[in-house]
C-alpha cells in the first residue's frame, strides 16, 4: 500500500519569498507522483506530475518539484511567491496499477503581503 | 487539461430529501470516476471509486445505501445522497482518470458544496 505524508500542515511566507512544501511518501513498488493545488470552494488542479525521467519537474505557475527516490520525498518548491498562491495544496501518490491515489492531508499556503 | 464539470456547485436541501450530483468528463473517456468528500480544511476522503458499467466500490466506512453511485457512461457518473441529514453536509468532489493504467493522471471537478438543513 502506498501512504503520502505532508508534514507542514500551514505554511506562512511574505510575499516574493521562495517557499518549499514538503511531500514524503512511502510505497513498495514504484510510484507516480503528483502534486495539486486547492483554491477555496474548487475542485484541485493539477500543478505537476512525475512519472519518470528527469526526477527535476517542472510544472505551471512557476512551481517545481524534484523527487528523491532515496528519501522518498517529493518537495513541491517556489522561488517567489505571489499572494494569488495562497491555497491548500496537496500531494498524491498513485499506485502502480494508476488507478488508485492517495491523497496527503494537504498544506495551506498562506502569501502574507 | 481535460474538463471535469460537476453539477451542482452549491445545493441547500431539506432533511430527508435525496440529492444528486453529476460528474461529466467533457472532452474525454473517464473509464474510473472517483468520488471524494472534503470536511473544512481537511484532506480529500475517498468515498467510492466506480467504473463504467459496474458496481461502485465503496471505501470502508462509507455507507453504499446511502451513497448511491452510478457510472452509466465512459462521460458520466452520478452520486445521490439519499435521505440526507445535517451531518451528511460537505463539499463533494468528483474526478475522471484519464489515459488510465500507469501514468494516468486524475481531472476534477469543481466540487458541490452541499447544505442539508
Known amino acids: 500500500a502506498q501512504s503520502v505524508t505532508q508534514l507542514d500542515s500551514q505554511v506562512p511566507v511574505f510575499e516574493e519569498a521562495p517557499v518549499e512544501l514538503r511531500c514524503n511518501y512511502s510505497?513498495?513498488?514504484?510510484?507516480?507522483l503528483f502534486w495539486y493545488v486547492q483554491y477555496p470552494n474548487q475542485g484541485l488542479q493539477l500543478l505537476l506530475k512525475?512519472?519518470?525521467?528527469?526526477?527535476l519537474v517542472k510544472g505551471i505557475n512557476g512551481f517545481e518539484a524534484e523527487f528523491n527516490k532515496s528519501q522518498t520525498s517529493f518537495h513541491l518548491r517556489k522561488p517567489s511567491v505571489h499572494i494569488s498562491d495562497t491555497a491548500e495544496y496537496f500531494c498524491?501518490?498513485?499506485?502502480?496499477?494508476?488507478?488508485?491515489?492517495?491523497f496527503g492531508t494537504g498544506t495551506s499556503l498562506t502569501v502574507i503581503p | 487539461g481535460a474538463v471535469v464539470s460537476q453539477h451542482p456547485s452549491w445545493v441547500i436541501c431539506k432533511s430527508g430529501t435525496s440529492v444528486k450530483i453529476e460528474c461529466r468528463s467533457l472532452?474525454?473517456?473517464?473509464?474510473?470516476m472517483f468520488w471524494y468528500r472534503q470536511f473544512p480544511k481537511q484532506s480529500l476522503m475517498l468515498m467510492a471509486t466506480?467504473?463504467?458499467?459496474?458496481?461502485?466500490?465503496?471505501e470502508q466506512g462509507v455507507e453504499k445505501d446511502k451513497f448511491l453511485i452510478n457510472h452509466a457512461s465512459l462521460t458520466l457518473s452520478t452520486l445521490t445522497v439519499t435521505s440526507a441529514h445535517p451531518e451528511d453536509s460537505s463539499f463533494y468532489i468528483c474526478?475522471?482518470?484519464?489515459?488510465?493504467?500507469?501514468?494516468?493522471?486524475?481531472?476534477f471537478g469543481e466540487g458541490s458544496r452541499l447544505t442539508v438543513l
Open positions: 498524491a501518490v498513485s499506485s502502480n496499477t494508476g488507478n488508485q491515489f492517495y
Open positions: 510505497s513498495s513498488v514504484s510510484v507516480y
Open positions: 512525475y512519472l519518470s525521467g528527469s526526477t
Open positions: 472532452d474525454f473517456q473517464a473509464t474510473t
Open positions: 466506480s467504473n463504467e458499467g459496474s458496481k461502485a466500490t465503496y
Open positions: 474526478s475522471g482518470l484519464a489515459g488510465g493504467g500507469f501514468g494516468g493522471e486524475l481531472f
